[in-house]
C-alpha cells in the first residue's frame, strides 16, 4: 500500500480546520497588535475620518475583538461564538474602507529603484477571513481545538 492510498483512507476531515484556524487567528492577532502597539489613537483618527461613530470606544474594542478573538480562533476556543464578532469587524472594514478600492488585495502602481509601489488593498482579503470563519462555524474547530477537548471533558 502506497503513501498516497492510505492517506486516502484515512479521515483526516478533523484535521483541516486546524490550518484554518491557525492562519485566521494568527491574522487577527497581528492586526490587533499592530493597533495595540501603535497606540489606538491613531486608528480613533481614522474611525473619525470615517464617521464611525463613538471613535475612541471603537478603537479600543475592534482592537481588543481582533487580539482575543484572533487568541480564541487560534485555539480553537468558543469558535462559533468568537467568529460573529469577528465577521462583523471584516464587515465594517469592507464595507467603510476597502471596497473603494475594488476588489484585488494587491494593487502595483507603480515601479522604483527600490521596488515595486502598491496602492491600498481591495477587499478581497476581507472575504476570505469572512469565508474563513464561516466554514469554521459551519465545521466546527476540528479535534486538536480547546472547544474539543472541553467536550470530551463533559462526557
Known amino acids: ?7 486516502a483512507t484515512k479521515n483526516y476531515k478533523q484535521l483541516a480546520p486546524l490550518f484554518l484556524r491557525l492562519v485566521i487567528g494568527f491574522g487577527f ?3 490587533g497588535w499592530a493597533k495595540l502597539s501603535r497606540g489606538p ?3 480613533e483618527k ?6 464611525i461613530p463613538f471613535p475612541h470606544i471603537m478603537a479600543w474594542v475592534s482592537t481588543l475583538v481582533e487580539l482575543v ?10 469558535t462559533s461564538i468568537t467568529a ?9 472594514a469592507m464595507f467603510t474602507i476597502h471596497i473603494h478600492y475594488g476588489f ?12 515595486p509601489l502598491f496602492g491600498p488593498p481591495g477587499y478581497e482579503i476581507n472575504l476570505l ?5 464561516i466554514s469554521l462555524v459551519i465545521t466546527g474547530p476540528g479535534v486538536l481545538s480547546v472547544d474539543a477537548w472541553l467536550v470530551k471533558r463533559r462526557k
Open 1 to 7: 500500500m502506497n503513501n498516497t492510498f492510505a492517506i
Open 46 to 51: 481614522l474611525l473619525a475620518q470615517l464617521n
Open 129 to 133: 477571513y469572512i469565508a474563513g470563519l
Open 41 to 43: 489613537a491613531g486608528f
Open 104 to 115: 484585488s488585495a494587491i494593487k502595483t502602481i507603480g515601479l522604483t529603484p527600490q521596488g
Open 29 to 31: 492577532m497581528v492586526h
Open 69 to 78: 478573538g484572533g487568541l480564541a480562533i487560534f485555539l480553537g476556543a468558543f
Open 84 to 92: 460573529v464578532p469577528l465577521i462583523f469587524t471584516m464587515l465594517v
